[in-house]
């Protein structure tokens, strides 16, 4: 083929648009228009860390409570300041923001004792909702190890919470498969176990590909796994760090992505524009695939969660009445 001939590298790229295509795409319903707000939302934060942050994560608090979240979640990890921050930070919300909050526990070095002793303390302040996970060692690439005499799972960690409580349970569902599973057909088992020890609900690990989670719960139900599993939403507005902890949960960052945030670094409001749009479209296409209910991972910011839920039609309480 001569050169004469041979088709520009950006013709190769970019294969040309149909223009009835876009036309008719141009044309249609717009994708928010007339939701009706049918959906059930809820956040995750983590503790702060300091009194800026906590100021911080109050706003954030404050500004979607209004939305009348199902409850709100507070991470937690191994260690006694961590603990006792969560600990904190979920009475605060029970007590003052007046909102369901569910609690993180994991079963990283912490016996069976010590862990049911927190359990107990969470339902002396209020606390009827757990996530009960299993938790990582905390080093990046680090095996988890089970404390000698702590749980070894978090199928066997909320079985203990049930001997504790009546608590509603929240558990970790992984639509790319978990890191450490060995194919995505035990890591289903898992989930299963998860569910038959007492768990209420499995919450997924968030995703891009609106394909991928309804493809695992089609898996999921052929598994024998009843319990609803949530959709986990994480608006981007970073990519390195989102890519940071898709390589600790095994989620995929598409290639796209990386388009849509390049040459915005310098440009924070743009960012949010971009993410707020790519994760709003997500959640319109699960919710057009029968999808009601949604866990927002908010980074301990309001903003991203507040505009899609908005979009979503999902209106203050006080105006939805």
Known sequence: MTSATAPSLASLATPPLDPKHEQRT????????????????????FPPKSEKMEAKLWEAVQELAPLGPDFVSVTYGAGGSTRE???????????????????HLT???????????????YWEAGVRH??????????????????????????????GLKEVADFE???AAYPETHPDADCP????????????AGATRAISQFFFSHETFFDFREKAAAAGIAAPVVPGILP???????????GQCGAVIPEWMDG??????ERPAARQLVAATVAAELCRRLYAGGVRQFHFYTLNRADLAYAICHMLGRRPQEQAQ
């Open 26 to 45: 141009a044309h249609d319903t717009p994708l928010f228009s007339g939701l009706p707000g049918d959906i059930g939302v809820s956040f995750e934060f």
């Open 85 to 103: 921050r969560t600990h904190n930070t979920v009475a605060r919300i029970i007590s003052e923001a007046h909102i369901p909050a569910a609690a």
């Open 107 to 121: 079963c990283v070095d912490a016996s069976r004792a010590e862990t049911q002793k927190i359990a107990e303390q």
């Open 130 to 159: 757990i996530v009960a996970l299993r938790g990582d060692a905390g080093e990046p690439g680090a095996p988890f190890v089970a404390h000698p005499e702590g749980y070894a799972s978090a199928a066997e960690l909320v079985a």
């Open 169 to 171: 349970i929240s558990v």
């Open 185 to 196: 057909q035990s890591d289903l088992d898992n989930l299963k176990r998860k569910i038959d």
């Open 236 to 246: 981007v507005t970073n990519v390195a760090q989102a890519r940071k902890f898709a």
């Open 260 to 265: 849509l945030f390049d040459g915005l670094d």
